[in-house]
């Protein structure tokens, strides 16, 4: 099923129920599953390409929606692991139709594992192209642990936005982690701010620029990751960076090579 749900509690007045049967003041939902098919699946393209959110004939606004400890699954191809988002606090507020919503949330990450908190507006919803659906807000990182990502370590804090429609997302901010380790190597500090543009719709991913720094040193990347399977396209570049700094992020021990280095390198 697209969702399951354990319980469900209607609060309002007596007076609205009255004067006003399609104004509701909150609805809480105990026990909310839902599951998204994989993309390109039978499944996926009736659930949302084949107009099944229609509107109604007859309309119900809705003031807050309350749907605490939330399961939300991502299912892939195969016999591989959903993606699972839990969401301990969900509160989506002005549901009418025709409007756009908004939503604030706290987020369980599961990889790299952490909390995300965020917030900010969706639609109004367009029943025929949900692709075409606006969206936009806020979202913060808290503490993820990237040891839970093969190769990596160190804990990871980033703030930023997001924009667009659920076809082309354009997120963008800033990540700072002060411990990063790849496999072995030395500990160091990485800044980064980013700006990738996301469709919602397939996956695609595209990196429109990032800068990363460690010290005072500039590495710049711009990118994409398209297609199933995924196709890897990513430039890097730096220049007059401390070739001994560089080599700290991925050598175990002390660099024996010092001064500055320049390159642009392509990757696919």
Sequence with gaps: PLATLDHMTVVGSWTNLVFHPHELYEIRLGGLHVRIPPPGTKARTQDFNGNVIAPSEQTIAIETIVADGTTLDFLASGSAPPLRLQFPKLQIHNVHQGQPLSFTARVLMPK?????????????????????????????????????????????????GYKGTFSGIETFGKVVIPDFRA???????????YRVLVNGVNGDLRIQNTEVRTGHNLITASGSVVGKPNKVNLTIAT????????????????????????????LN
């Design 112 to 160: 790299p594992q952490g909390i995300v908190l965020a917030n900010g507006s969706v639609g109004p919803f367009r029943t025929n192209d949900y692709g075409a659906t606006p969206l936009s807000g806020n979202y913060s990182l808290q503490d993820a642990d990237l040891s839970k990502v093969h190769g990596i370590a160190g804990h990871a804090s980033a703030s930023g």
């Design 239 to 266: 220049k007059d960076s401390r070739v001994e700094d560089l080599l700290k992020i991925v050598e175990h021990d002390e660099p024996s090579v010092v001064g500055k280095v320049s390159f642009h390198a392509a």
């Design 183 to 193: 496999a072995s190597a030395h500990a160091v500090q990485l800044d980064a701010a």
